[in-house]
């Protein structure tokens, strides 16, 4: 059973930043892929935010490039996203992901919002 626990979502002011963590458990021995994904609104698609592969190749969605950083502490099983410069576009429900054994797994996902 493979679970994911994230953590961090908060309500920040534009300008501002914020670091969400997810933790996967479980048996798992070698995940492919980490990310986060985020939903801006009820109903509106899930988007790329954010993943790195087990070789530590990253990828950004166009809009949070040069503001989001992704990392992971392998040994730990978790990842990490740096939000920096949050815009209030940014609010959204933000979903970590992992693809493990031909299987994406996803988090329950933690808000975060950005308003004065």
């Known amino acids: 059973q493979v679970r994911l626990v994230e953590s961090g979502g908060d309500l920040v002011q534009p300008g501002g930043s914020l670091r969400l963590s997810c933790a996967a458990s479980g048996t798992i021995h070698s995940i492919n892929e980490m990310g986060w994904y985020r939903r801006q609104a009820p109903g509106k698609q899930r988007e790329l935010v954010a993943?790195?592969?087990?070789?530590?190749?990253?990828k950004l969605g166009d809009s949070v490039n040069g503001r989001f950083t992704i990392s992971t502490d392998n040994a730990k099983k978790t990842v990490y996203l740096e939000m920096e410069s949050l815009k209030p576009e940014d609010t959204a429900v933000y979903y970590c992901t992992i693809f493990y054994n031909y299987f994406r797994y996803w988090g329950q996902g933690t808000q975060v919002t950005v308003s004065s």
């Open positions: 993943t790195i592969s087990s070789g530590g190749s990253t």
